[in-house]
């Protein structure tokens, strides 16, 4: 390999090596299975491990990970030129395949997490088919599959069933996009890429995104629906936020303090794209601004007694940040690994269009279509009402004391 001197003077790529393939197509996938497996995250921990802080958010969690779910492999379809043959990794399976292998993966966690949310909401649509009219009535009963037996013997087996597609739908989650990152960390002819931490920080990152993604949405369908804010469930949501924050900015830390302590042949090149090319979206924007910035405030949130209206803030603003750090995190994943020539002497550069097939507003549009699903089946299966605890921003007070005695 050529002298790291060398690049601004050579600057040599190959004549079939001049364009970025894997376009924002390829960032919004990893993005979007990644706020799946977070907000389920938080629905088992609830479900699971008995966490009952998240019950006012266990079940808007689960319709997120669903809406979500519904639009993960869009980006990929779009990116593709013939959507209709991505059919042919499950009717001819190669289980050799990489990408074969995330189809499996993907299906299988599919049932089992529509499964899981049939069993959590069985109660409300028996009741909804019985006291629904026309075509609802007709949709409720649908759905309930013929089974209209809501007693508490029959309630308690749907909960120990609910227990156990819930766990494992957890390693389920954590595999689906665990293996996202193992797609990148798995060529090792990528420096930026080639890394066993890749699964881990993709994982990380994905709690984080979809603990941020929850807490918005959780606030904008509170307000909407003119609900009060579970203080208890928010300060709970703000502290695993700022756990899951704090392992995945000290994994990447490490990841690339490794690689300069090592300085193995590809630093030289690795050094370059992170001064040059990768500066702003990953040095001053992911790691000082969308980093940094939420890391204190979740801080400050988590270590001091706040009032109700302070933390409430610092939820918007630090979830807000931490949506962009991430999709940060996957465009210099995805995108910066690119920047590499083949020849390792030349870079390339990748501006997405606006109304490209594979542009600025089709990313837009897609990210805005699960959202629109969320909101229907939010609308279809109430589940923010009836919350315990319930605490208004402007009645605050009454509670502070409280929450000074109190560690969440």
Same mark, same amino acid.
């Given at each position: 390999m050529l002298h790291f001197q060398h690049f601004h003077v050579l600057d040599y790529s190959f004549p079939n090596d001049l364009n970025i393939y894997w376009s924002l197509m390829i960032v919004l996938y990893p993005y979007i299975t990644g706020l799946i497996a977070g907000a389920f995250i938080i629905s088992s921990l609830y479900h699971v491990f008995d966490k009952r802080a998240f019950k006012p958010v266990a079940k808007f969690s689960l319709l997120m990970a669903l809406g979500f779910l519904f639009f993960a492999t869009v980006p990929l379809l779009n990116h593709l030129g013939h959507p209709e043959r991505a059919f042919?990794?499950?009717?001819? *399976?190669?289980?050799?395949? $990489?990408?074969?292998?995330?189809?499996?993966?993907?299906?299988?966690?599919?049932?089992? /997490?529509?499964?899981? @949310?049939?069993?959590?909401?069985? !109660?409300?649509?028996?009741?909804?088919?019985?006291? =629904?009219?026309?075509?609802?009535? =007709?949709?409720?009963?649908?759905?309930?599959?013929? =089974?209209?037996?809501?007693?508490?013997?029959?309630?308690? @087996?749907?909960? !120990?069933?609910?227990?156990?597609?819930?766990?494992?739908?957890?390693?389920? $989650?954590?595999?689906?996009?665990?293996?996202?990152?193992?797609?990148?960390?798995?060529? !090792?002819?990528?420096?930026?890429?080639?890394? *066993?931490?890749?699964?881990?920080?993709? /994982? /990380?990152?994905?709690?984080?995104?979809?603990?941020?993604?929850?807490?918005?949405?959780?606030?904008?369908?509170?307000?909407?629906?003119?609900?009060? @804010?579970?203080?208890?469930?928010?300060?709970? /949501?703000?502290?695993?936020?700022? $756990?899951?924050?704090?392992?995945?900015? =000290?994994?990447?830390?490490? %990841? @690339?303090?490794?690689?300069?302590? %090592?300085?193995? %042949?590809?630093?030289?090149?690795?050094?370059?794209?992170?001064?040059?090319?990768?500066?702003?979206t990953f040095l001053i924007f992911q790691f000082m601004v969308c980093s940094l910035v939420p890391l204190v405030l979740l801080g400050i949130s988590n270590i001091f007694p706040l009032r109700f209206s302070i933390t409430y803030g610092i939820s918007i603003v630090s979830s807000l940040l931490l949506l962009l750090q991430v999709f940060l995190m996957r465009w210099n994943v995805v995108i910066g690994g690119q920047h590499f020539s083949k020849s390792f002497t030349g870079f390339k550069k990748y501006t997405p269009l606006f109304w490209d097939k594979e542009g600025i507003l089709a990313a837009i549009v897609i990210f805005i279509c699960p959202l629109v699903v969320i909101y229907i089946l939010n609308r279809l299966f109430p589940n923010l009402e009836g919350n315990d605890k319930k605490v208004k921003i402007s009645g605050e007070k009454e509670n502070e004391e409280k929450w000074r005695n109190k560690k969440i």
């Open positions: 042919n990794v499950m009717i001819t *399976p190669n289980f050799t395949s $990489a990408i074969a292998g995330f189809g499996f993966i993907y299906t299988t966690y599919a049932v089992v /997490l529509m499964i899981e @949310v049939w069993l959590v909401f069985r !109660k409300d649509i028996v009741v909804y088919s019985k006291s =629904s009219q026309g075509i609802l009535k =007709s949709f409720y009963a649908l759905l309930s599959l013929g =089974s209209d037996n809501i007693g508490d013997e029959a309630m308690k @087996v749907d909960r !120990k069933l609910t227990i156990f597609f819930a766990s494992i739908g957890i390693p389920l $989650a954590c595999i689906l996009h665990g293996y996202v990152g193992f797609l990148f960390g798995a060529l !090792k002819s990528n420096p930026w890429w080639s890394t *066993p931490l890749m699964p881990v920080i993709f /994982l /990380l990152s994905a709690a984080v995104s979809g603990t941020a993604a929850l807490i918005l949405l959780y606030l904008i369908a509170s307000k909407w629906k003119g609900i009060a @804010v579970d203080e208890e469930c928010l300060r709970a /949501l703000n502290k695993y936020l700022w $756990a899951f924050l704090i392992a995945d900015v =000290s994994l990447e830390f490490l %990841e @690339v303090l490794a690689r300069f302590y %090592e300085a193995a %042949e590809e630093w030289e090149l690795v050094h370059y794209l992170i001064t040059h090319n990768l500066f702003y």
